[in-house]
């Protein structure tokens, strides 16, 4: 086994590479807890601690969006209040996107993840997940949006009714929101843009919701440990966003839909060989 120490930035290196791209931050944390045996290492509350660690790893991945877009979050957090312009629009378009997601997540997160919160299934999404990116991205759509300030309602919220399939482990939140923006009309550039500024509420809300259920569960020989995987998660999520910026007003996304196909393949083989369960 590797050490506790190296696993954990694996992990961190792991959540902030996948929770932007649309690829699945859940999918690949499965797979990498099950051959890195994270759980284990941490001993008798190892599955509640790595609960715990996953959250937090998720919240550096949060932080960076909030860096990256700190303007236009400010602004709309504190400018929509006086103002009748851009931000009040940009915070009416996060608060509709947010709904959809707030209140079927509440109603049946738990269920979900009881049913389908395993290999198999994060492999058939990576599957079926890839195989809509390929399909949206050579559909004729009209892109007629290329900006948030020129979003309608209709768009974030079909952009939030999107993001509901990412409910299922291994479609991502990422690619729910991005395609769903791009069929809705959002050009690449702006589909983009509007899911990562929309991951800011909802993650923010979902991980606080979750660090509090599991806030006990801090250990203060596992804070250091939580802090090292924060700040990985941190840093790479942060070099990622500003990668995929620059990626898509030059690139599609198939390569990550292909990406996803043999990755599933890859998932299924493995819980056929008996390899994970």
Excluded at 10 to 22: A, M, N, Q, Y
Aim: proline fraction near 3%.
């Amino acid at each position: 086994m590797l050490p506790l120490w190296l696993v954990v930035i694996i992990l961190g290196i792991v959540e902030g590479l996948t929770e932007f791209l649309p690829i699945s931050s859940t999918g690949h944390l499965i797979v990498a807890d099950t051959f890195l045996s994270f759980k284990d290492l941490l001993g008798a509350n190892g599955k509640e601690q790595a609960d715990l660690f996953e959250v937090v790893i998720q919240l550096g991945a949060i932080l960076a969006v909030g860096v990256v877009y700190r303007e236009k979050l400010t602004g709309a957090l504190t400018r929509s209040l006086t103002t009748d312009g851009e931000e009040r629009r940009l915070m009416l378009h996060l608060l509709i996107g947010f709904i959809p997601i707030a209140v079927f997540g509440f109603l049946f997160h738990k269920k979900i993840q009881a049913l389908l919160f395993n290999p198999t299934t994060v492999a058939f999404s990576f599957i079926v997940g890839g195989i809509l990116i390929l399909v949206i991205e050579r559909l004729p759509l009209a892109t007629r949006t290329a900006s948030t300030g020129a979003m309608t309602f209709g768009q974030s919220m079909a952009v939030g009714c999107a993001q509901l399939l990412s409910l299922i482990p291994g479609m991502s939140r990422s690619a729910c929101t991005i395609m769903g923006g791009m069929c809705s009309g959002l050009n690449r550039q702006t589909a983009t843009e509007f899911s990562f500024l929309l991951s800011f509420p909802v993650m923010l809300a979902a991980s606080a919701f979750s660090l509090l259920k599991k806030i006990k569960l801090l250990d203060p020989n596992f804070l250091g440990l939580i802090a090292l995987g924060f700040v990985v998660s941190f840093v790479v999520a942060l070099i990622v966003i500003r990668w995929l910026i620059r990626y898509v007003q030059t690139h599609n996304f198939s390569p990550f839909a292909i990406y996803r196909i043999l990755f599933g393949a890859l998932i299924l083989f493995l819980v056929w060989q008996g390899k994970m369960q």
